[in-house]
């Protein structure tokens, strides 16, 4: 594999072709998901056949000019393991090792076995520092040991450094590859320094100047190619930059690059020195990590890295049953309220009738309110000292609709027969209570829960469905026995 490698390199640059990616007509009305997808479909099936029939030549080149490495990627999950490690040795090593970034741990651990040592060694060294820190985490220990053999000295001691990091640090997902300049560098010489080893770079379009290891500014190839190759670089470098630390939150890092359109973000130690830089496609993979989790925990889920399919049944009931044992458990509670009502329910049977319009009206209330909240907390929108300011918006917004929401159910209580005016006006009254516990406490949780250090997404739907089904029931009861001398 590495003599068939070197010689399609050879072969590409003598022929100086680049992949070309035909462009969608602009004529074509045609979704582009759908377009993507069937393209998807058309390619696998395409590669199957050039496999069945032995082209490999024709299925390199099919590879190499019409094919995305992320594409393939998500193809190759459908093959199996023999066809996997076939399909993987046709391609040049740059996109054998850009395709093995984007695979699942199972694919990854498939071909880790398969290649030999110095095929192995050729992707290792075509691949960024952060990319192999992330496959490393996702291995076992056996094929961690395999990987780190395949890599030189120098890297294995800074990959050793990059798992030292906490995870979900910032200095876990840095890339030390960036291009550092000097002050005293003209235009020129940068320029120069940037051509000679920008290829081992993953971005180029920022360089950091730096002084003893020390950030002292930052450059844009942009600027460079626009200003008058004399000039030095302390001329041009901008000192006011923008920075993170190596033991930042990954998603706080993330933010920074989100927000202000950032192409990467240097990273420093705790003294100061820079030692490497987060870019926005890592960036944007924590934001997608993250809101996953968030969705996971604010449905019951414990988060997982895996995909849904490639979850298996087990680890999918461990990860949901927790939630569940604790919320079903929690009802205990609401049942032990009701009980005590049974008198109350033996004079007015009618009364528990109401009850799940009433549990199910408070969850729905406080869950928009906490998801609303999450999501503002999740984007820096809202932080803890705004806590009095959401309360009194949640407020005048649960008035509001509880007062709509009692009035149309008190008119459906009497058009249908199921109780009188007293009746309706006791249950707008609970209505209103309910909407209004329910709209604090969704508001309310969240922003405690980032006060003492949990995560937000924690107070979401299932719990604080479970917190107001036990308010409601209380003040439900209360205001009937209150109003019917019950």
Not at 93 to 117: C, G, Q
Not at 132 to 159: C, Y
Not at 366 to 387: H, N
Request: proline share 2%.
């Amino acid at each position: 594999m590495s003599e068939e490698w070197k010689k399609e390199n050879r072969l590409l640059e003598e022929s100086d072709e680049k992949r070309q990616h035909k462009p969608r007509s602009q004529e074509d009305e045609t979704d582009e998901w759908d377009y993507l997808e069937e393209r998807e479909e058309l390619t696998e099936e395409r590669i199957l056949e050039m496999l069945e029939a032995r082209q490999y030549k024709e299925l390199k080149e099919e590879l190499e000019n019409n094919m995305y490495p992320v594409d393939l990627a998500d193809i190759l999950e459908e093959f199996d393991q023999k066809q996997l490690v076939l399909v993987f040795r046709l391609l040049a090593k740059e996109e054998a090792a850009e395709t093995f970034t984007y695979m699942n741990s199972d694919m990854r651990e498939v071909l880790i076995n398969a290649l030999t040592d110095s095929e192995l060694e050729e992707v290792m060294e075509e691949m960024y520092l952060d990319d192999t820190v992330d496959v490393l985490e996702e291995m076992p220990a056996n094929v961690v040991d395999r990987l780190l053999m395949a890599t030189d000295e120098e890297t294995r001691v800074q990959i050793n450094q990059l798992l030292q990091y906490p995870e979900d640090s910032a200095g876990s997902v840095m890339n030390v590859d960036y291009i550092a300049l000097r002050r005293e560098m003209t235009v020129a010489e940068a320029i120069l320094k940037i051509r000679q080893v920008g290829l081992n770079r993953e971005t180029i379009y920022t360089c950091y100047v730096t002084e003893k290891r020390k950030l002292i500014g930052q450059v844009d190839v942009k600027e460079l190619l626009t200003t008058s190759e004399s000039k030095t670089i302390e001329e041009i470098m901008d000192t006011n930059m923008l920075y993170g630390h190596t033991t930042d939150d990954q998603e706080v890092v993330a933010g920074i690059i989100r927000k202000y359109g950032l192409i990467a973000l240097p990273i420093v130690d705790h003294e100061n020195c820079m030692v490497g830089i987060v870019t926005v496609d890592d960036a944007m993979l924590v934001l997608q990590e993250e809101a996953t989790e968030d969705i996971s925990i604010m449905a019951g889920v414990s988060p997982s890295e895996e995909s849904y399919f490639g979850t298996t049944v087990v680890e999918h009931v461990k990860s949901r049953l927790p939630w569940l044992l604790f919320l079903m458990l929690s009802a205990t509670i609401t049942q032990m309220i009701m009980n005590s009502y049974e008198s109350a329910l033996a004079v007015m049977p009618q009364l528990a009738g109401f009850v799940p319009m009433l549990t199910g009206t408070g969850g729905n209330c406080g869950s928009q309110s906490s998801t609303l909240v999450i999501r503002g907390l999740a984007v820096g929108e809202i932080e803890f000292s705004d806590l009095l300011k959401v309360i009194w918006k949640e407020v005048r917004i649960a008035v509001s609709i509880s007062v709509i929401l009692a009035v149309v159910n008190g008119v459906r209580i009497v058009l249908m027969g199921q109780g009188d005016a007293m009746m309706a006006f006791t249950i707008g009254v609970t209505m209103a209570c309910t909407v209004i516990i329910a709209k604090v406490v969704g508001c309310t949780l969240p922003l405690i829960a980032k006060k003492v250090g949990l995560d937000p997404a924690i107070m979401a739907t299932p719990l604080i469905s479970t917190l107001v089904d036990i308010s409601t029931i209380s003040v439900y009861f209360a205001i009937v026995s209150y109003v019917f001398q019950l």
